[in-house]
C-alpha cells in the first residue's frame, strides 16, 4: 500500500456494552416500537437489542465500505506490478469466515 492509504484507519468495530439487567418496557426511540427491553444509549434515547444488533452491523458495512475504496484505489496504483505486500495484508483483513465443515 502506498504511504496515502492506511490500514490502520480500518478498525474493527466493536460492539457498544450495555447493561441489559436494567432494561425497560418502553418504546425504542430509534426504531419508534415498543420492545420488552429497551436500554439507555449512549445519545440519551432509549434503545432496543434490534436497533443495537442494525448500529453495530452498519458499522462493519462502513468498514468494508472504506476497505473497497482502499483497494480499488490500490489497486489502480498497482496495476502494473508494484510492491503488493500490504494490499496482500488489506486482502486477508476481509477473507470470508467459513464455519466448520463447509467447504469455500
Known amino acids: ?8 484507519a480500518l ?3 466493536t460492539r457498544k456494552n450495555y447493561d441489559w439487567s436494567k432494561a425497560v418496557w418502553t418504546d425504542c426511540d430509534h426504531c419508534g416500537e415498543a420492545h420488552t ?3 439507555l ?8 437489542a434490534g436497533c443495537c444488533d442494525a448500529e453495530y452491523f452498519s458499522a462493519w458495512e462502513d468498514l468494508v465500505e472504506r476497505a473497497i475504496q482502499l483497494l480499488e ?3 489502480q496504483t498497482h496495476h502494473e506490478g508494484g510492491n503488493m505486500t500490504r494490499l496482500n495484508r488489506l486482502l486477508s483483513y476481509l477473507k470470508p469466515v467459513t464455519p466448520k465443515g463447509e467447504k469455500r
Do not use: K, S, Y
Not at 500500500?1 to 490502520?8: F, N, P, Q, S, Y
Not at 444509549?41 to 432496543?48: K, L, S, T
Open 1 to 8: 500500500m502506498t504511504d496515502t492509504t492506511d490500514i490502520a
Open 37 to 39: 427491553g429497551t436500554v
Open 73 to 75: 484505489a490500490e489497486l
Open 41 to 48: 444509549a449512549d445519545d440519551g434515547a432509549r434503545i432496543c
Open 11 to 13: 478498525q474493527r468495530p
